[in-house]
């Protein structure tokens, strides 16, 4: 019996979100609408610490969300704005400066 390749990569995220999940409780990163997505998203190539060791300000996250689109990282178009808000308003160096 063949699988959908949908199937399996719906399988796949779910069993990610779970175990990431945990992750991001365990590394305390904020809560906050976005951050689903975003540790699925993001641990797909690197630790969550990346969120939290570099330092980039609002349009240097939405720049490095676009390389990691461009080097593969799979994000469905309905979370691009999702992720971008999560990491600007949790990690952006001039996050409480008018944009």
Partial sequence: ?????????????VTALLCAAVSAQAQGLP???GLQ????????CHGLDR???IQLTAAEWENALYDMMA????VEGQDLAAI????????ATDR???Q
Wanted: aromatic letters at 8%; hydrophobic letters at 40%.
């Fill in 31 to 33: 809560e906050g609408d």
């Fill in 51 to 53: 969120l939290t060791d």
């Fill in 37 to 44: 997505v975003v540790v699925v998203s993001c641990t797909q």
């Fill in 84 to 91: 971008r808000k999560y990491l600007v308003e949790n990690f």
């Fill in 71 to 74: 080097r593969g990282a799979i």
């Fill in 1 to 13: 019996m063949k699988i959908k390749r949908s199937v399996v990569k719906q399988s796949f995220l």
């Fill in 96 to 98: 409480n400066q008018p």
